[in-house]
């Protein structure tokens, strides 16, 4: 079946430094990824996504390339702040066969940013 | 506004009752989804609905059960079948399943603590 592995948390940076949180996936077929951010005691909200191979999505300066040939879809941002402190979520989602669009996620990495 | 709401914010329960979490959502969704939130275990689903007046069994639906009367309601009941209901619940819609990129859209989740 379809799996979602992030890189171990928790992160730890100090403001203005570089960020990448490492996913890496498995699934038949073309899925889509996607990112998604919590912030303390709330749902998640989508931060960025892509539908095929070599797309890359950037959302509030966060980038993500979709890499099919390393089945990959790490995240970075150049340089975060402490607003960015939260939980970020891979996820995977095959349209097809009987997934019905279910998403699969990693089990999410906590950041925090420190001034 | 358009969104999922979910009540209440926090449920607090005794051993052997069953409890009823509410979702509503007022964007003309099709689809949606009930996920179970564990520290550092990711989103689980439990149950999910194509369309109204059907639903499917997620990977963790022992314990639990849902209708789907209206399309913008998928109420999820936590049984006293479920051994361990402790956690935090989200409740998500999106435009469709099999729809490449179809984004999910997250309420703002209901915490459950058994007593």
């Known amino acids: 079946g379809d799996s979602v592995t992030q890189m171990e948390g928790p992160v730890t940076l100090s403001e203005e430094a570089f960020l990448t949180i490492n996913c890496t996936y498995t699934a038949t077929g073309y899925p889509s990824l996607f990112w998604y951010v919590q912030y303390p005691g709330e749902g998640l909200q989508l931060l960025l996504k892509?539908?095929?191979?070599?797309d890359k999505g950037s959302n509030k300066g966060f980038e993500a390339t979709y890499r099919k040939e390393t089945t990959s879809f790490h995240l970075e941002k150049g340089s975060v702040q402490v607003s960015d402190s939260a939980v970020y979520f891979c996820?995977?989602?095959?349209?097809?066969?009987?997934?019905?669009?279910?998403?699969?996620f990693g089990q999410g990495t906590i950041l925090t940013v420190h001034p | 506004d358009g969104g999922i709401t979910q009540s209440p914010k926090y449920l607090f329960r005794k051993e052997g009752q069953n409890v009823t979490l509410s979702c509503e959502q007022n964007l003309n969704h099709d689809a949606m989804y009930w996920y179970r939130q564990d520290p550092g275990q990711g989103l689980r689903l439990i149950y999910y609905?194509?369309?109204?007046?059907?639903?499917q069994k997620g990977d963790i639906a022992e314990g639990y059960s849902v209708s789907r009367e209206k399309k913008e309601s998928f109420p999820l009941t936590v049984t006293s079948a479920q051994k361990n209901p402790t956690a935090f619940y989200l409740c998500?819609?999106?435009?469709?399943?099999?729809?490449?990129?179809?984004?999910?859209?997250f309420g703002p989740g209901t915490r459950l603590t058994v007593l």
């Open positions: 998500a819609s999106s435009t469709g399943t099999g729809v490449p990129g179809a984004e999910q859209f």
């Open positions: 892509a539908t095929k191979a070599d």
């Open positions: 996820g995977l989602a095959n349209a097809g066969g009987t997934s019905y669009g279910k998403l699969t």
């Open positions: 609905s194509q369309i109204v007046n059907d639903f």
